[in-house]
C-alpha cells in the first residue's frame, strides 16, 4: 500500500526544543520534506516526512528524544478552488474520519501534495485511488 | 535455610520471655546511663523496675527523631567513646543529621542480622555479593558488607554511582545477588539496556533491596528486567542500618523482624495509643540488645502493619508489611495525605508508564497544588505518537488520581529522563510551598 512514514517526537513546550530537533537532523544531513507541529498547553508533537526516517529516528533516539511511527498517506491535491473539497467529499461518503493533515513544502506541477492521517488508512487510500486521486508511494515522497 | 535456627525460629512464649528479660536490662541500663532517658522516664512517672511484662512497654515514653536530633551528636549515646568502634549517621536531608553508635558488640550483632538477611533470600557463602549501598555515614553499604562476610559470601564493595562500570563489573564478575535501592535497581537495569546489554541474562539471581519505600508493581518490574527475584531488606539507622527486618524468599509476603533484637509496636500516629495486631499505623522500635545507642519506643515515622501469623519458612518472628509511605516524604494537599508511593502505584497501574516521576507541591493564591511529572516513554509513544494518546493519558492519570487519593493533580508529561534518576534514596517531592 501506498502510505508514508510520519516520525512524531515528543517535545515538553520549552525553548530550545525544537532548536535541539532541527540541529540534530541537519548533523545526520536529514531533509525534512513535510512537518507540523501539534501543540497543547503542555508538550508539543512534532510530525515530520523526511528523506530518510530510520536514519532520523535512530539519530534522534540518541540524542534522547521519545520518537514514534505513524502512517500517514500522501494526496495529490489539485492546486485549484475546490481541488481539496472534491477528496475530502470522497472521504466523507465513506465515513473515513481525517485526524489531521498539513501541506507538503513542494508543489508537483499543477498539483499540491498533502499528507492526511485517516482514522483508517487502508480504507482511505482504496477509496481515494477507485475515485481517481493521486495515492503518492513512500519513496516518491521522500525522494521528492 | 535459616542462619541462626535456634533464635529464629523460638516457640513465641520463649521469645516474648527473651525480649521481657532483655528489655528490663536495656530500661535499666539507659535510665542510669542517659541523662535523657531518666528525665522522660521521671517525667512519665514510670520507673525501671515497673516494667515486669511486655504489656508494661506501653507505659514508657516515646523517642523521636527530634530526641535524637536535640542531643546532637552524642548525646544518646549509653556508653563511653572508647567502647565505641564506629559512628553512622543520617543524611540530614530533613534537618540536622542523626548520629548512631556501634560498639564491638553492636557491630556483631548487626553482622550476624544482615547474614541472617542474606540466609534468608536463599544465599549462602558460595554467593557473591554485589554491593552498590553506598559506603560511608550511610548504613547500608557497611551494614551489607559486614553482613556477607559474616556470611562467608563474597563481596564486591561498589558503593553508589558510577552506573556504567556498576554494569560492567555485573557483567563481567558475575555476581550472582545485588544490594542496592530498588529506585537505582532500576536504573541499572535501563542504563544496562540502553547500553545493549542483556540485563536479563546476567547471573544475577537475587536482589535485596531497600532503603527506600517500593511497591509490588516496581518489584515485579525489577524483577522482570533483571530475570531475578527482588526481596525487601528493612532498616534504620537510628534502630541498627539494614537488617532490622526482612522478606523471606519462601512466603514473600511481609518482612520478618529480628524479634529477639528488637521490639516492635504499631501505635496511632495521633494518639499514641498502641494498635491491636494487624492494624495500620506507625512503626516503634525498641532495641532490646544494642549497647552504644539504645533506643527505647523509637517513632519510625514509617507505616505498616504487624502480622503474627505463623510463616511457612519456618521462622517464628513477626512479620510487618512492606512500607506503604513514610510521614516525613508524606504531603498534605488541601488536607489529604499524599505519599508518593500511592502516586507511584497509580502509574504503575497504566500500561506503558514507567515509574519515573516527580511530585511537585506548591500554592496558587491560598490554594495547595500538586504537579505530577510523568515521563513519556518509548513503550508509550512509539507505535502511535499521536497527541491525543498522550491527552488520553494525562487524562487517565488525573483521574486515577482523584479516584484513589481524592486529590487534584496537575498532570505534566515530560521528555524521557528528565526526571532525576537518584543513587541513593529516591527524592520524589519538591515541596515549594512556604508557610
Not at chain 2, 515509574?355 to 495547595?368: F, K, N, Q, S, V
Not at chain 2, 494525562?394 to 524521557?416: C, F, M, N, W
Request: proline residues 4%.
Amino acid at each position: 500500500m501506498n502510505k508514508v512514514e510520519q516520525i512524531s517526537i515528543f517535545l515538553e513546550n520549552k525553548p530550545g526544543g525544537l532548536e535541539l530537533v532541527t540541529r540534530v537532523l541537519r548533523d545526520a544531513g536529514i531533509n525534512i520534506r513535510a512537518l507540523s507541529l501539534a501543540d497543547t498547553s503542555d508538550f508539543g508533537v512534532l510530525r515530520l516526512i523526511v528523506n530518510d526516517a530510520e536514519k532520523a529516528k535512530q539519530v534522534l533516539k540518541e540524542n534522547g528524544f521519545t520518537v514514534g511511527r505513524t502512517s500517514v498517506v500522501a494526496v495529490l491535491v489539485p492546486d485549484r478552488p475546490g481541488g481539496l473539497h472534491g477528496i475530502l467529499e470522497v472521504l466523507s461518503k465513506e465515513k473515513i474520519n481525517v485526524e489531521y493533515m498539513y501541506a507538503y513544502v513542494e508543489r508537483s506541477g499543477e498539483h499540491a501534495i498533502i499528507i492526511f492521517r485517516f482514522n483508517a488508512t487502508d480504507r482511505a487510500i482504496e477509496v481515494l485511488t477507485k475515485s481517481g486521486f493521486t495515492v503518492l508511494p513512500g519513496e516518491k515522497v521522500y525522494s521528492l | 535455610m535459616i542462619y541462626n535456627e535456634e533464635f529464629e525460629t523460638l516457640p513465641r512464649e520463649a521469645l516474648e520471655a527473651l525480649q521481657v528479660k532483655r528489655l528490663q536490662q536495656v530500661v535499666q541500663r539507659v535510665y542510669h546511663t542517659v541523662g535523657f532517658y531518666k528525665r522522660t522516664f521521671d517525667n512519665a512517672g514510670v520507673k525501671p523496675d515497673d516494667i515486669k511484662s511486655l504489656d508494661d512497654l506501653k507505659r514508657l515514653p516515646f523517642t523521636t527523631k527530634q530526641d535524637l536530633r536535640d542531643n546532637y551528636p552524642y548525646g544518646l549515646f549509653a556508653v563511653p567513646m572508647s567502647s565505641v568502634v564506629r559512628v553512622h549517621a543520617s543524611s540530614g536531608t530533613t534537618g540536622r543529621s542523626t548520629v548512631v553508635g556501634y560498639t564491638k558488640r553492636d557491630i556483631d550483632t548487626w553482622s550476624e542480622l544482615v547474614a541472617r538477611c542474606f540466609v534468608m533470600a536463599g544465599l549462602t557463602k558460595n554467593d557473591i555479593i554485589h554491593n552498590a549501598y553506598g559506603y560511608g555515614l550511610f548504613t547500608g553499604g557497611l551494614g551489607a558488607h559486614y553482613g556477607a562476610e559474616k556470611l562467608g559470601a563474597s563481596v564486591i564493595p561498589m558503593s553508589g554511582g558510577n552506573t556504567k562500570r556498576q554494569i560492567m563489573i555485573l557483567q563481567d564478575f558475575g555476581p550472582t545477588a545485588i544490594c542496592a535501592t530498588p529506585s537505582y535497581t532500576l536504573y541499572l537495569a535501563e542504563q544496562g539496556e540502553e547500553m545493549g546489554v542483556d540485563m536479563r541474562s546476567l547471573k544475577l539471581r537475587v536482589g535485596i533491596l531497600g532503603a527506600e519505600p517500593w511497591s509490588e508493581k516496581m518489584r515485579q518490574e525489577i524483577e522482570n528486567r533483571l530475570n531475578i527475584t527482588a526481596l525487601d531488606i528493612y532498616g534504620l539507622s537510628e534502630v541498627m542500618g539494614p537488617g532490622v527486618s526482612m522478606e523471606c524468599v519462601e512466603a514473600k509476603q511481609g518482612l520478618h523482624i529480628f524479634e529477639d533484637h528488637f521490639i516492635a509496636e504499631i501505635i496511632n500516629p495521633e494518639t499514641g495509643e498502641v494498635l491491636p495486631e494487624g492494624e495500620v499505623g506507625e512503626l516503634v522500635f525498641t532495641t532490646v540488645t544494642k549497647e552504644a545507642f539504645p533506643l527505647v519506643r523509637y517513632r519510625t515515622r514509617d507505616v505498616s502493619r504487624l502480622v503474627k501469623a505463623p510463616c511457612k519458612c519456618g521462622r517464628t518472628h513477626v512479620r510487618m508489611d512492606r512500607i506503604t509511605g513514610r510521614s516525613d516524604d508524606m504531603i498534605i494537599i488541601r488536607g489529604v495525605n499524599v505519599f508518593p508511593s500511592q502516586i507511584e502505584g497509580v502509574l504503575l497501574n497504566i500500561p506503558g508508564l514507567e515509574p519515573h516521576y516527580m511530585l511537585i507541591a506548591d500554592r496558587e493564591g491560598t490554594l495547595d497544588t500538586l504537579e505530577v511529572q510523568v515521563e513519556v516513554g518509548e513503550k508509550l509513544f512509539a507505535e502511535t505518537g499521536e497527541v491525543k494518546v498522550l491527552q488520553e493519558l494525562s487524562r487517565r492519570i488525573t483521574k486515577d488520581i482523584k479516584d484513589y487519593l481524592g486529590v487534584s493533580a496537575k498532570v505534566k508529561l515530560v521528555e524521557p529522563k528528565t526526571v532525576q534518576r537518584f543513587e541513593g534514596k529516591a527524592k520524589r517531592v519538591i515541596d515549594k510551598r512556604t508557610i
